[in-house]
C-alpha cells in the first residue's frame, strides 16, 4: 500500500494515517473515522477506507 497516497480528499487523509489508526487499536469505519475524520464531508471515499481496514484487518 502506498501510505502517502491520499484516500480522503476533503480532510486530505493518507492510506498510513489509516493504517496508523488501525494499528491504534481502530478496527471499525466508524472507529477509524473519529481518528482520521476520514469521510466526514463528501463521503465518497468510504468504500475505499472501508476495504483499507478489511485488508488490515484480516
Not at 28 to 56: K, M
Request: charged share 35%; with cysteine; proline share 0%.
Amino acid at each position: 500500500m502506498d501510505r502517502d497516497k491520499i484516500i480522503c480528499r476533503c480532510f486530505k487523509v493518507s492510506a498510513g494515517a489509516i493504517e496508523d489508526a488501525v494499528k491504534a487499536g481502530a478496527k471499525t469505519f466508524e472507529e477509524v473515522q473519529a481518528e482520521t475524520n476520514c469521510s466526514n464531508g463528501c463521503g465518497c471515499c468510504e468504500s475505499e477506507v472501508r476495504d483499507i481496514i478489511d485488508e488490515l484487518t484480516k
